[in-house]
C-alpha cells in the first residue's frame, strides 16, 4: 500500500505563502491521480487540488484557483501544493490523498490512501 507523509504545514500571516509537499513511496500499483484536501473544524473535507498522474491535467477548488498551484516532482516521489496570497479561510488540516482507480478527482471518495495531514494556520 502507498505510504504518503505530508510536510511544509505551519503557520503564516495573511497575504503569506507556504509550500506543502507529500512524498509518497510504497507503491506497487499504478496511481491513477493524486490530490490534496482540507478540512477546518466543524466542516467537511474538500478538494484543493488534483492531479493526473498520465498527462498532468489539473484541477482546482474555486476557492484557491489563481492562487495555489499543484505539481509533481517524480524524481522526489512528491506532489507539491505551493499556496501564495494565503487567507485566514485556508486555515484547515490539508491531507494529501492518491487513487489507483479513474474517477472524479475532485470528489474524495476516489482515493483509497491518505495521510496523516499537516496544520496549516493563517493569522490576520
Known amino acids: 500500500q502507498v505510504l504518503l507523509v505530508e510536510s511544509g504545514g505551519g503557520s503564516v500571516q495573511a497575504g503569506g505563502s507556504l509550500t506543502l509537499s507529500c512524498k509518497y513511496s510504497a507503491v506497487t500499483t499504478p496511481i491513477n491521480h493524486m490530490g490534496w484536501f482540507r478540512q477546518a473544524p466543524n466542516h467537511e473535507r474538500e478538494p484543493v487540488a488534483t492531479i493526473y498522474l498520465s498527462n498532468g491535467m489539473t484541477t482546482y477548488h474555486w476557492a484557491v484557483e489563481g492562487r495555489f498551484t499543484v505539481s509533481r516532482d517524480s524524481t522526489k516521489s512528491a506532489l507539491n501544493l505551493q499556496m501564495n496570497s494565503l487567507e485566514l479561510e485556508d486555515t484547515a488540516m490539508y491531507f494529501c490523498?492518491?487513487?489507483?482507480?479513474?474517477?472524479?478527482?475532485?470528489?474524495?471518495?476516489?482515493?483509497?490512501?491518505w495521510g496523516q495531514g499537516t496544520q496549516v494556520t493563517v493569522s490576520s
Open positions: 490523498a492518491t487513487a489507483r482507480w479513474a474517477g472524479d478527482p475532485m470528489n474524495p471518495d476516489t482515493y483509497d490512501t
